[in-house]
């Protein structure tokens, strides 16, 4: 092909550029010794192609506003994409040729014969006279190349009705591989890929994941299959169910690995592997990197109308991240707030999505529900215009999460037409099981618009959240509807009714002249719930008895109110009759829902008075209100409770954002269960009363006034960190009277006559040589087989000495990363500036040697970035160094910053050679599956050492895990200074970049 001369190049400026690290920095990345070296450019070459498919992505920001959020390709005949670069005015005209549906990704083509050349990174450099007016072509593609395909490479249309929706479409059957992606260095997750598989398609029992979620929403109609289902794929190509794990022959942390050089290198390796060109087999392919190190401010990203979805760090096994990418991939463009932002409309996956491995039931919004074509039997279309200046129309829905449950096949999605393509939708929320999780207007009526006929990819926005509780009210007025100046068309709920099965949500539309619906929204008195939880939702629940017919009038488990998520406020409200009632809140710890773990609150309101309010309890509160007289009749108004605080549209709502959480706030000590450990979090797992049986399932609270010890020399206790009797007075002397409540149903039962067979009728067998024994301190040695210190001597206590001081991040600890399994010190760290464990120490408590029954306490030196308060370290036991299965027994958190010594204590089970495992982590939670967080600022370290057999006739007593304290809250601001930090602690925490940039708490 004869490559015209030109003149002038233009590399655009428009898109992200590559991360630099400042060389002043202390922070150092693994690999990364030259991060900020230039790349000297030079001359483009002609492209090999005559033209290119064009491919769009839209990138989920961790921070807001410091990246392009889409990202233009060009896929050539080899399936690889390349980045197109030109002038900013190139890149907005392809831009808004994207939004105008003149740019149809995986569809339209790019004419490279003219004015375009290939850069020395393949990307696709615009010359000053390339017009993306003139070079792209609508469509559709024809096929390109030569490769042999098992498919078309360019078949794929999301664009119009479900059953045009590319192979496998977005019903029936739909395989997807992922593919565990590990660097040339061995950057890689941590997680195995049969974990991965776990997380994405619930392999393993993971109850909430992609598979689940996708399913769910479709209400069956999809079914996603791990692997190439029977395609013919060479099974052994798979390291677990559905997950390929490849290794590319790049490093992440070099410059030139941008994110479409570790992308393409990765479709390399899969198709050489597989002996096809991508997608082949599957209808989608998800790459899991370690990490981004380029151009990095995003958790994933997915192209539209397409098979590829990249994520990075742990991102990939949030079930709302899957969700929002996938739906990407089907064509879905983003849902917008009502504050007019690009992705903050919470009402589903397709605004900014939850964040949460366990936290995923939610589908999508009113206009991408209309879209998505999965319930397309239960849309209807309503058409304002059609009328007269009285027109007006009721119309009874259900919410999707009612979809199989509604005999009646009443719509759940409602278009309004207004003949051009600008159209608005409507939805009832219905807040329960596939959409359970939702965070904004819990069984309100949405009101969404979006351009595209509702049909085709269209950015929408949130307009209104309409019902009895909504701070909106309960009308919503479109001025000018259709372009039609003076045509005013009102949206006005007239019905919420939560007690039927299902729910259902009754919505007048009519003209702003036609009369206003008549006043039926509640013929008794409204009663509302307005709890926001502490950090232990599942143990609230309520009651509300009627003292008239003495029944239980509502429950909130009867009616579908579930609270699980911590920090989080929760409004419900019901039409009940006049009366009288007693309405109770539960704690199932028996400690409120203030202030011992948490700042948790609730109000009450009964016919518009708020009648109970509190936080700060034991294990339940009672108040009664109304009478059994005549309920006095209601005057014709529609009803208007008080106004429900505004639903938060983050997904970690600030506690700071509520009210006091009582009005009388307790003047006694701020918890109810003080612990001699200094950690902020302590566990809840009670400790005063030792049991010759420990049970499987340990209560959470010790007895408000427990007996003393039944004997003299109690069973020492299975738990790991005792506490002091957590009342004030405890009984001088055992009582008659039954402990109320007890840990378990016979919390001391007296120790058995014969609690081991007599020593002396018992005939010990040899046993191994033991390892020699010291009445001091062991100080460990390195153990190559074992890849950690080891005492192999048995003394009063064993020491890593110096054998763990420094870091893997720069280098500085020997031996690294000291650990039995495959877990891993974080990449990022500098000794003596960020977290480090330097020592850890086992010692016997009280004196003796480390033998199995004998209380023993690990001291863990570390070293904290800051004030500490970000920081945790967690505990974890093994009672076979040999085959390590981790018991977690407590976490402690430093109480300043710099050198800090932490402790925690438990009894040694049986086993000759044990092992403890610290992991100091920065912000994040407990990790009880692997033991190990994998977070970028971590030091994990582990110790194994020798200890005696038990006496003989002593009772080893299980070692119970320890109640899992909530994930460390995170003071935003205070990490202004370190937009690195800021990012790890996204969705809590985001960047802002300007002229006040720092660290701000997310929206």
Request: proline share 10%; hydrophobic share 30%; aromatic share 8%.
């Given at each position: 092909m004869k490559f015209p001369c030109l003149p002038y190049w233009l590399v655009a400026t428009s898109l992200t550029s590559p991360m630099v690290v400042s060389g002043a920095s202390t922070r150092r990345l693994r690999g990364n010794a030259d991060a900020s070296k230039n790349v000297v450019d030079r001359k483009p070459t002609p492209p090999k192609d005559e033209d290119c498919i064009v491919q769009v992505a839209a990138l989920l920001e961790i921070e807001p506003g410091t990246i392009d959020e889409l990202k233009i390709d060009c896929q050539g005949s080899d399936g690889l994409f390349q980045p197109v670069k030109g002038s900013l005015t190139q890149m907005a005209a392809m831009k808004k040729m994207f939004a105008d549906g003149e740019i149809l990704p995986g569809k339209s083509r790019m004419n490279l014969s003219k004015n375009v050349g290939v850069g020395r990174d393949k990307e696709i450099i615009l010359g000053a006279g390339f017009n993306p007016k003139t070079s792209i072509r609508k469509g559709p593609p024809e096929h390109v190349g030569n490769r042999p395909r098992t498919r078309p490479l360019f078949d794929r249309d999301l664009q119009t009705n479900p059953t045009d929706y590319g192979h496998g479409g977005l019903q029936g059957d739909k395989p997807i591989l992922v593919v565990k992606v590990t660097d040339a260095g061995g950057l890689a997750r941590p997680e195995t890929p049969a974990q991965i598989s776990d997380d994405i398609f619930g392999t393993y029992g993971d109850t909430a994941n992609l598979k689940s979620q996708l399913e769910a929403c479709s209400m069956g109609k999809l079914n996603i299959i791990p692997g190439d289902n029977n395609a013919g794929v060479d099974q052994s190509a798979y390291a677990a169910t559905g997950v390929m794990d490849v290794t590319i022959p790049l490093n992440l942390p070099d410059p030139t690995a941008t994110n479409n050089a570790v992308m393409n290198a990765v479709t390399t390796e899969v198709q050489n592997r597989l002996g096809v060109t991508l997608p082949g087999p599957y209808d989608q392919v998800i790459y899991v990197l370690e990490r981004c190190y380029n151009?990095?401010?995003?958790?994933?990203?997915?192209?539209?109308?397409?098979?590829?979805?990249?994520?990075?760090?742990?991102?990939?096994?949030?079930?709302?991240?899957?969700?929002?990418?996938?739906?990407?991939?089907?064509?879905?463009?983003h849902s917008g707030g009502l504050d007019g932002a690009v992705y903050t409309?919470?009402?589903?996956?397709?605004?900014?999505p939850l964040y949460s491995d366990d936290v995923g039931k939610m589908c999508f919004n009113a206009a991408k529900s209309w879209q998505i074509g999965w319930y397309d039997d239960r849309k209807q279309v309503v058409s304002p215009l059609s009328g007269g200046a009285n027109w007006q129309q009721s119309v009874t829905m259900v919410g999707i999460a009612d979809y199989l449950n509604d005999a009646v096949s009443h719509p759940v999605v409602i278009k309004l037409e207004t003949n051009t393509a600008q159209d608005y939708f409507v939805a009832f929320n219905r807040a329960i099981g596939v959409n359970a999780d939702n965070v904004e207007a819990d069984d309100m009526v949405t009101v969404v618009q979006t351009g595209g006929h509702g049909v085709y990819r269209s950015q929408s926005y949130l307009r209104a959240k309409l019902g009895p509780s909504s701070p909106m009210g309960q009308i919503y007025t479109i001025t000018d509807f259709g372009g039609v100046a003076g045509k005013d068309i009102v949206v006005e709920v007239t019905s919420i009714d939560l007690q039927s099965d299902p729910a259902t949500a009754t919505i007048l539309f009519r003209t702003d002249q036609a009369p206003t619906a008549a006043p039926t929204m509640c013929n008794g008195n409204y009663f509302k719930v307005d709890i926001l939880t502490d950090s232990y939702p599942t143990e609230t629940t309520w009651t509300l008895f009627n003292e008239c017919t003495q029944a239980d009038e509502k429950t909130s488990a009867d009616v579908g109110t579930s609270y699980?998520?911590?920090?989080?406020?929760?409004?419900?409200?019901?039409?009940?009759?006049?009366?009288?009632?007693t309405f109770t809140i539960n704690d199932e710890y028996g400690d409120g829902i203030c202030c011992s773990f948490g700042s948790g609150s609730y109000t009450v309101t009964y016919d518009g008075v708020q009648v109970a309010s509190g936080g700060d309890f034991a294990s339940s509160e009672s108040t009664t209100f109304g009478n059994c007289g005549p309920a006095p009749t209601q005057p014709p108004t529609t009803a208007n409770p008080t106004k429900m605080p505004t639903p938060l549209s983050s997904n970690s709502p600030s506690k700071s954002s509520t009210s006091e959480p009582t009005d009388n706030p307790t003047s006694s000590a701020p918890t109810k269960l003080p612990t001699a450990s200094p950690s902020k979090s302590p566990s809840k797992t009670p400790t005063a009363l030792p049991t010759n049986e420990p049970t499987s399932g340990p209560s959470k609270s010790p007895s408000k006034t427990p007996t003393p010890p039944p004997s003299a020399n109690p069973t020492s206790a299975p738990n790991v960190a005792p506490t002091p009797p957590p009342i004030v007075n405890p009984s001088p002397a055992p009582s008659n009277q039954t402990p109320i409540p007890s840990p378990t149903v016979n919390p001391t039962p007296p120790p058995t006559v014969n609690p081991t067979p007599p020593p002396s009728n018992q005939t010990p067998g040899p046993s191994p040589t033991p390892p020699p024994n010291t009445s001091g301190t062991v100080t460990a040695s390195y153990d190559p087989d074992f890849g950690t210190p080891k005492c192999s001597a048995i003394g009063n206590s064993c020491t890593s000495?110096?054998?763990?001081?420094?870091?893997?991040?720069?280098?500085?600890?020997?031996?690294?990363?000291?650990?039995?399994?495959?877990?891993?010190?974080?990449?990022?760290?500098?000794?003596?500036?960020?977290?480090?464990?330097?020592e850890i120490t086992v010692s016997a408590v009280g004196g003796g040697q480390l033998q199995s029954g004998q209380r023993v306490e690990v001291e863990a030196k570390v070293f904290a970035w800051l004030s500490g308060s970000s920081d945790t370290a967690d505990?974890?036991?093994?009672?076979?160094a040999a085959n390590p299965v981790w018991t977690y027994i407590g976490s402690a958190s430093p109480v300043g910053g710099g050198a800090q010594t932490l402790t925690m204590q438990y009894d040694l089970p049986a086993g000759e050679l044990q092992a403890v495992r610290v992991n100091f982590r920065y912000l994040g939670g407990v990790n009880l599956q692997?033991?190990?967080?994998?977070?970028?600022?971590?030091?994990?370290?582990?110790?194994?050492f020798s200890v005696l057999p038990g006496a003989p006739g002593a009772i080893m007593n299980e070692v119970m895990p320890a109640h899992v304290p909530p994930p460390t809250e995170v003071d935003c601001q205070a990490l202004s200074g370190d937009r690195y930090r800021c990012a790890a602690a996204s969705p809590t925490c985001r960047w802002k970049n300007g002229k006040i940039s720092g660290c701000y708490a997310a929206k």
């Amino acid at each position: 092909m004869k490559f015209p001369c030109l003149p002038y190049w233009l590399v655009a400026t428009s898109l992200t550029s590559p991360m630099v690290v400042s060389g002043a920095s202390t922070r150092r990345l693994r690999g990364n010794a030259d991060a900020s070296k230039n790349v000297v450019d030079r001359k483009p070459t002609p492209p090999k192609d005559e033209d290119c498919i064009v491919q769009v992505a839209a990138l989920l920001e961790i921070e807001p506003g410091t990246i392009d959020e889409l990202k233009i390709d060009c896929q050539g005949s080899d399936g690889l994409f390349q980045p197109v670069k030109g002038s900013l005015t190139q890149m907005a005209a392809m831009k808004k040729m994207f939004a105008d549906g003149e740019i149809l990704p995986g569809k339209s083509r790019m004419n490279l014969s003219k004015n375009v050349g290939v850069g020395r990174d393949k990307e696709i450099i615009l010359g000053a006279g390339f017009n993306p007016k003139t070079s792209i072509r609508k469509g559709p593609p024809e096929h390109v190349g030569n490769r042999p395909r098992t498919r078309p490479l360019f078949d794929r249309d999301l664009q119009t009705n479900p059953t045009d929706y590319g192979h496998g479409g977005l019903q029936g059957d739909k395989p997807i591989l992922v593919v565990k992606v590990t660097d040339a260095g061995g950057l890689a997750r941590p997680e195995t890929p049969a974990q991965i598989s776990d997380d994405i398609f619930g392999t393993y029992g993971d109850t909430a994941n992609l598979k689940s979620q996708l399913e769910a929403c479709s209400m069956g109609k999809l079914n996603i299959i791990p692997g190439d289902n029977n395609a013919g794929v060479d099974q052994s190509a798979y390291a677990a169910t559905g997950v390929m794990d490849v290794t590319i022959p790049l490093n992440l942390p070099d410059p030139t690995a941008t994110n479409n050089a570790v992308m393409n290198a990765v479709t390399t390796e899969v198709q050489n592997r597989l002996g096809v060109t991508l997608p082949g087999p599957y209808d989608q392919v998800i790459y899991v990197l370690e990490r981004c190190y380029n151009s990095c401010a995003w958790a994933a990203y997915a192209y539209f109308n397409s098979w590829i979805s990249v994520y990075q760090m742990d991102y990939y096994k949030y079930v709302g991240v899957q969700v929002h990418e996938l739906g990407h991939n089907f064509n879905l463009a983003h849902s917008g707030g009502l504050d007019g932002a690009v992705y903050t409309d919470h009402t589903g996956m397709m605004g900014n999505p939850l964040y949460s491995d366990d936290v995923g039931k939610m589908c999508f919004n009113a206009a991408k529900s209309w879209q998505i074509g999965w319930y397309d039997d239960r849309k209807q279309v309503v058409s304002p215009l059609s009328g007269g200046a009285n027109w007006q129309q009721s119309v009874t829905m259900v919410g999707i999460a009612d979809y199989l449950n509604d005999a009646v096949s009443h719509p759940v999605v409602i278009k309004l037409e207004t003949n051009t393509a600008q159209d608005y939708f409507v939805a009832f929320n219905r807040a329960i099981g596939v959409n359970a999780d939702n965070v904004e207007a819990d069984d309100m009526v949405t009101v969404v618009q979006t351009g595209g006929h509702g049909v085709y990819r269209s950015q929408s926005y949130l307009r209104a959240k309409l019902g009895p509780s909504s701070p909106m009210g309960q009308i919503y007025t479109i001025t000018d509807f259709g372009g039609v100046a003076g045509k005013d068309i009102v949206v006005e709920v007239t019905s919420i009714d939560l007690q039927s099965d299902p729910a259902t949500a009754t919505i007048l539309f009519r003209t702003d002249q036609a009369p206003t619906a008549a006043p039926t929204m509640c013929n008794g008195n409204y009663f509302k719930v307005d709890i926001l939880t502490d950090s232990y939702p599942t143990e609230t629940t309520w009651t509300l008895f009627n003292e008239c017919t003495q029944a239980d009038e509502k429950t909130s488990a009867d009616v579908g109110t579930s609270y699980t998520a911590s920090g989080t406020y929760y409004s419900d409200q019901w039409c009940v009759p006049g009366g009288q009632y007693t309405f109770t809140i539960n704690d199932e710890y028996g400690d409120g829902i203030c202030c011992s773990f948490g700042s948790g609150s609730y109000t009450v309101t009964y016919d518009g008075v708020q009648v109970a309010s509190g936080g700060d309890f034991a294990s339940s509160e009672s108040t009664t209100f109304g009478n059994c007289g005549p309920a006095p009749t209601q005057p014709p108004t529609t009803a208007n409770p008080t106004k429900m605080p505004t639903p938060l549209s983050s997904n970690s709502p600030s506690k700071s954002s509520t009210s006091e959480p009582t009005d009388n706030p307790t003047s006694s000590a701020p918890t109810k269960l003080p612990t001699a450990s200094p950690s902020k979090s302590p566990s809840k797992t009670p400790t005063a009363l030792p049991t010759n049986e420990p049970t499987s399932g340990p209560s959470k609270s010790p007895s408000k006034t427990p007996t003393p010890p039944p004997s003299a020399n109690p069973t020492s206790a299975p738990n790991v960190a005792p506490t002091p009797p957590p009342i004030v007075n405890p009984s001088p002397a055992p009582s008659n009277q039954t402990p109320i409540p007890s840990p378990t149903v016979n919390p001391t039962p007296p120790p058995t006559v014969n609690p081991t067979p007599p020593p002396s009728n018992q005939t010990p067998g040899p046993s191994p040589t033991p390892p020699p024994n010291t009445s001091g301190t062991v100080t460990a040695s390195y153990d190559p087989d074992f890849g950690t210190p080891k005492c192999s001597a048995i003394g009063n206590s064993c020491t890593s000495g110096a054998l763990l001081v420094g870091t893997l991040s720069d280098s500085t600890e020997p031996n690294a990363p000291n650990s039995l399994d495959a877990c891993t010190d974080g990449v990022y760290g500098t000794y003596q500036s960020d977290e480090s464990i330097d020592e850890i120490t086992v010692s016997a408590v009280g004196g003796g040697q480390l033998q199995s029954g004998q209380r023993v306490e690990v001291e863990a030196k570390v070293f904290a970035w800051l004030s500490g308060s970000s920081d945790t370290a967690d505990f974890f036991i093994a009672s076979d160094a040999a085959n390590p299965v981790w018991t977690y027994i407590g976490s402690a958190s430093p109480v300043g910053g710099g050198a800090q010594t932490l402790t925690m204590q438990y009894d040694l089970p049986a086993g000759e050679l044990q092992a403890v495992r610290v992991n100091f982590r920065y912000l994040g939670g407990v990790n009880l599956q692997t033991a190990c967080n994998g977070g970028y600022w971590d030091d994990v370290d582990d110790l194994v050492f020798s200890v005696l057999p038990g006496a003989p006739g002593a009772i080893m007593n299980e070692v119970m895990p320890a109640h899992v304290p909530p994930p460390t809250e995170v003071d935003c601001q205070a990490l202004s200074g370190d937009r690195y930090r800021c990012a790890a602690a996204s969705p809590t925490c985001r960047w802002k970049n300007g002229k006040i940039s720092g660290c701000y708490a997310a929206k």
